[in-house]
C-alpha cells in the first residue's frame, strides 16, 4: 500500500511565498508521476502541476511562472514551491502518486494525499 503525506500549507499574504511537501511511503521501489492538485471553495479539483520521474513538468496556465514543482526520487518526496501567491490560489492542495512499482509489483492505481489548506490573504 501507499501513503501520501502533504505538509506546508498555511496562512500567508498575498505576494508571499510557501513551500509545499508530500512523501510517499511504504515498499516503493519507484514512482513514474507524480503531482499536485488543488480544490478552491465551491469548485471542482483542478490541476496544479505535475512531474515525472524523469523530471518533466507541466503547469496549468494559472500558475506558470510563479509555482515550480520538484521531486527527490530517493526520498519518494514531491514539492511545490509557490511564489507570488493570489487570493485565487486559495485551495485545498492535494498531492498524487500514479504508476508505483513496489514490492508487491506494478500498480498503475492513483494514490493521494488527504491535502493541505493554502489560504492567501488580500
Known amino acids: 500500500q501507499v501513503h501520501l503525506v502533504e505538509s506546508g500549507g498555511g496562512l500567508v499574504q498575498a505576494g508571499g511565498s510557501l513551500r509545499l511537501s508530500c512523501v510517499a511511503s511504504?515498499?516503493?521501489?519507484?514512482?513514474?508521476?507524480m503531482g499536485w492538485y488543488r480544490q478552491a471553495p465551491g469548485k471542482q479539483r483542478e490541476l496544479a502541476a505535475t512531474?515525472?520521474?524523469?523530471?518533466?513538468?507541466n503547469y496549468t496556465d494559472s500558475v506558470k511562472g510563479r509555482f515550480t514543482i520538484s521531486r527527490d526520487n530517493a526520498k519518494n518526496t514531491v514539492y511545490l514551491q509557490m511564489n507570488s501567491l493570489k487570493p485565487e490560489d486559495t485551495a485545498v492542495y492535494y498531492c498524487?502518486?500514479?504508476?508505483?512499482?513496489?514490492?508487491?509489483?506494478?500498480?498503475?492505481?492513483?494514490?493521494w494525499g488527504k491535502g493541505t489548506l493554502v489560504t492567501v490573504s488580500v
Open positions: 512531474i515525472t520521474s524523469g523530471g518533466s513538468t
Open positions: 511504504g515498499t516503493i521501489f519507484s514512482i513514474n508521476d
Open positions: 498524487y502518486a500514479r504508476g508505483v512499482f513496489m514490492s508487491s509489483g506494478y500498480s498503475g492505481m492513483t494514490y
